[in-house]
C-alpha cells in the first residue's frame, strides 16, 4: 500500500515562480524523501530530511517536516523549464527496510 | 563510474515466456531493490535484498523470482510472463537501508 500520498497530481506554473507540492504519510518514520523522475528515465535522488528535522535546504529546494501532523513540502523557488518532471516522496519507516513511494506531482514549468 | 545499469532498455513477451532482468551497481552499496511503475501507480517494490545473501518480499512479489548473484549484481526473473506484469521496471540501490537509492534506467516489459 502507498505511504506517501503527493498533493496537488499535477501542478503547471510559469517560469520564474514556486512550486509547492506536499506529502502526507500514515506511520512514523525514520526518514522522508523526495525524488525528481523526468519523463522516460529513473528516478533521482534530491534531498532527504529525518524525523528529527524540521526543515532542510538544498539549492533552490527547501524541504520541511511537521512530524505531528505526518506531513511534508517540497518548495522550489524561481522555478526553470529545466524543473518539468515528476516529483515523488517516500517515506523510510522506523524499523522497516523498505522506501515506500507515492504517487507523485507532475510539474509543468511553461518558458 | 556508470552507477546502476539495467538489461535490457525494452523488450516484449507473450504470454507464458519466462525473463530475467538484469541489474549491476559498481558504487559498492549493500542493498539492491527492484521495484514497477504503472501509470498512475507510483513505484512499488516487488523485492529487495538488504545485504548480499539476503532477499525478502516487497509489496508486490507474486510471479517474480530475484537472485543476489553477488555485491554488484541482482537479477529479476519472470518465470511465466502475464500481461498484468506490463510494466517498467527499475532497479536501485543504496548504502543502507534507510538511506537515499540510486536508481537505473528502467526496462520497458510488454507482455502481449
Known amino acids: 500500500s502507498q505511504q506517501g500520498e503527493e498533493d496537488p497530481q499535477a501542478l503547471s506554473i510559469q517560469e520564474g515562480e514556486n512550486a509547492t507540492m506536499n506529502c502526507s504519510y500514515k506511520?512514523?518514520?525514520?526518514?522522508l524523501q523526495w525524488y525528481r523522475q523526468n519523463s522516460g528515465r529513473g528516478l533521482v535522488h534530491l534531498i532527504l530530511?529525518?524525523?528529527?528535522?524540521r526543515e532542510k535546504h538544498s539549492g533552490r529546494l527547501r524541504v520541511t517536516l511537521d512530524t505531528s501532523k505526518k506531513s511534508s513540502s517540497l518548495l522550489i523557488t524561481a522555478s526553470r523549464a529545466a524543473d518539468t518532471a515528476s516529483y515523488f516522496c517516500?517515506?523510510?519507516?522506523?524499523?522497516?527496510?523498505?522506501?515506500?513511494f507515492g504517487k507523485g506531482t507532475k510539474l509543468s514549468v511553461i518558458p | 563510474n556508470a552507477g546502476v545499469t539495467q538489461t535490457p532498455k525494452f523488450q516484449v513477451l507473450k504470454t507464458g515466456q519466462s525473463m530475467t532482468l538484469q541489474c549491476a551497481q559498481d558504487?559498492?552499496?549493500?542493498?539492491m531493490y527492484w521495484y514497477r511503475q504503472d501509470p498512475g501507480m507510483g513505484l512499488r517494490l516487488i523485492y529487495y535484498?538488504?545485504?548480499?545473501?539476503?532477499?525478502d518480499k516487497g509489496e508486490v512479489p507474486n510471479g517474480y523470482n530475484v537472485s543476489r548473484l553477488n555485491k554488484r549484481e541482482f537479477s529479476l526473473r519472470l518465470e511465466s510472463a502475464a500481461p498484468s506484469q506490463t510494466s517498467v521496471y527499475f532497479c536501485?540501490?543504496?548504502?543502507?537501508?534507510?538511506?537515499?537509492?540510486?536508481f537505473g534506467p528502467g526496462t520497458r516489459l510488454t507482455v502481449t
Open positions: 536501485a540501490s543504496s548504502d543502507g537501508t534507510y538511506w537515499e537509492q540510486y
Open positions: 506511520t512514523s518514520i525514520n526518514n
Open positions: 530530511i529525518r524525523s528529527n528535522e
Open positions: 517516500a517515506t523510510a519507516g522506523a524499523g522497516s527496510y523498505q522506501l515506500t
Open positions: 558504487m559498492n552499496h549493500n542493498s
Open positions: 535484498s538488504a545485504s548480499e545473501g539476503t532477499t
